[in-house]
């Protein structure tokens, strides 16, 4: 976490499902705003502790960690799965959020969840796999989706290091509208976890001013985090 400043707007990263706040360092190491790598709640703690967590819960740490930092206006830069935790965290924070930016994120229509957003025979099936398998996915699956162009190590990393969400994380129902700020949708061209149309869904949703392409998998500030933080750089110069 950077120190906020009065006179400057500040970067609020949330990570996807099984990631944490460090998963964005390479993109902010050079970066010239103040920024906050949020975390999810009880990240240290047992599976079984944060087992019975519900979306809101997310979200209140989220916006804690926030109203700790003190930054007076924010921008939000949502990945995956925090990208319904950003909806809500931006309706809660309306005074505060001038740019909303959806890197491969999932949007769903207003009301809905992140299973809401997947196509229906997908949303079944990850319904029941929730239900029976639990949120840790096969390290087989971790690499080949969420770190199909990441190198070796990288993808050993992510797969060792993946924290398992609470299903209500997926299944609560987040019951907000679009902000209405600045919005970009950043496109993952070789996205293995949300397909091009799905993604062209997550967009209409979302219905942001500008979007932008990144030739990369799932984990855009992994394999290219000096492309993500050009984009950011442009997003926040066209703000002002």
Known sequence: MSKPS?????????????LEGHVWSKVVEEFEHPYLLAEFPQRKDSFHSRS?????DYVT????????????KIVIVAHSLGGVLSLRLASLMTDRVVGFVAVGAAIPKSGGSFLSVLPFPQRILMSVILRTLGTRPPESSI?????????????????????PEAIRAYTDRTNVSIPDVPKLYVKLTKDKQFSPSLQAKMISNLAPQSTRSLDTGHLPMISNPEGLRSILEDFFTDLH
Request: proline share 2%.
């Open 6 to 18: 009065l006179d400057k707007t500040g970067f609020v990263f949330v990570n996807g499902a099984g």
């Open 143 to 163: 690499r080949s989706g969420l770190c199909n162009d990441l190198s070796l190590d990288q993808a050993t990393e992510i797969a060792t290091g993946f924290v």
């Open 52 to 56: 019975g967590l519900s979306l809101e």
């Open 61 to 72: 740490h989220l916006k804690r960690q926030v109203e700790n930092w003190g930054m007076p």
